[in-house]
């Protein structure tokens, strides 16, 4: 009989101490939090499907903690800078700054680039074009030194010592496991979300009706999409639509747009990247949407206003070999554009902003 009873209490203790391992093994500050799959559901409006990579389809909690690392400081070195600090909601996502400032004082050494509709670029990230996939750029400006000067290391071992954090990895994820891939995934997925679809533009467009847009924009419509034509000055378009073309004005191209003259570039832009001498003085095209809203323009940001890329375009234009050709073929005569035609065309693109984006809160910050 007492070693039956003995057998008994020796089980029961067994299987205590088993159960108190399990509870140990799951901390109790995530009781109650659970995986949550449940699909995001992007509102992509007149666009066509996003090409969303299969790999990290995204979720409603995925694109939340994307959007909760999006504005967290804890990725900077010193608490001070999230992605948000140069990529601000009411500037499209950009900086107004040539060239933002990190946490050590210094300067970046390109102009930030606006994030939305980056579901559907399907070349690479960065001016240069040297991160494949928005995951891999989301990784890169926490450790430069000119930016947010932080080892992903360190920002695990801060995250992971926050409940909330803990707690939302295992929402997103299926378990509390915070690593520099997830990190990225996550950002990826909130990155993706942002889309921007409902300027005057886009109005136009879903309803046919050129009635909504002034006369002076109307003018600049025509020039926008209007080819260039030397021969018929009086019927030769500003040619805007042979790079800025398509429902995101872009083209998901690398090229040399005239900045600079050959043996004069300060920044070798996609060779810089792939080494190729056929790169040089090629960055990537960006989307005009809410161009009204992104001062300073191009990757060095030179020009404050779009009248001086205006006037960049029209006569500006420097020769290099690598020079695109649409270009090139303009520069005996420019573009030929009028002070009018000129306010026309900013008049055009101003249509082009989506003041939606700017407020919406679901890309703004959620502490």
Request: charged share 25%; net charge negative.
């Amino acid at each position: 009989m007492r070693i039956k009873t003995l057998i008994i209490t020796t089980i029961v203790l067994a299987i205590g101490i088993f159960s108190c391992k399990e509870e140990s093994d799951t901390p109790a500050q995530n009781a109650g939090v659970s995986w949550d799959k449940t699909p995001f559901v992007t509102d992509v409006g007149h666009f066509p499907p996003a090409q969303l990579n299969s790999d990290n389809l995204p979720t409603v909690q995925g694109v939340k903690l994307g959007r909760m690392l999006f504005y967290e400081t804890m990725l900077s070195r010193d608490g001070s800078m999230s992605c948000a600090s140069c990529h601000i909601q009411k500037f499209a996502f950009t900086d107004t700054a040539k060239f933002s400032i990190g946490v050590e004082g210094l300067p970046g050494k390109r102009q930030a680039m606006s994030v939305f509709n980056t579901a559907w670029h399907t070349n690479e990230f960065f001016w240069d074009g040297r991160a494949h996939l928005i995951r891999d750029q989301s990784l890169l400006p926490i450790q430069d030194k000119l930016e947010m000067n932080e080892t992903l290391e360190n920002v695990v071992s801060k995250l992971s010592g926050t409940k909330m954090y803990s707690d939302q990895f295992i929402r997103a994820f299926g378990t509390d496991e915070i690593t520099p891939e997830r990190m990225s995934l996550a950002m990826e997925q909130f990155m993706n979300s942002i889309v921007s679809n409902k300027s005057k533009y886009d109005l136009f467009l879903q309803n046919k009706d050129s009635s909504i847009f002034t006369d002076s924009e109307k003018r600049g419509l025509d020039l926008f999409f209007g080819d260039y034509n030397k021969f018929f000055p009086d019927e030769s378009g500003a040619d805007c639509a042979h790079c800025h073309g398509g429902f995101n004005f872009e083209n998901d191209r690398y090229m040399n747009n005239g900045l600079d003259a050959e043996g004069s570039f300060a920044d070798e832009g996609r060779k810089s990247a792939t080494g190729n001498p056929a790169d040089l003085g090629k960055f990537k095209v960006v989307s005009l949407r809410n161009i009204e809203l992104t001062a300073p323009y191009m990757h060095d940001g030179r020009f404050t206003t779009l009248e001086q890329v205006i006037d960049h375009y029209n006569d500006g234009l420097k020769s290099s070999p690598t020079l695109d050709p649409a270009l090139q073929q303009t520069m005996e005569t420019g573009l030929m554009l009028s002070s009018q035609d000129k306010a026309d065309l900013v008049a055009f693109l101003k249509t082009l902003t989506d003041n939606e984006l700017i407020k919406n809160e679901e890309f703004s910050d959620p502490f």
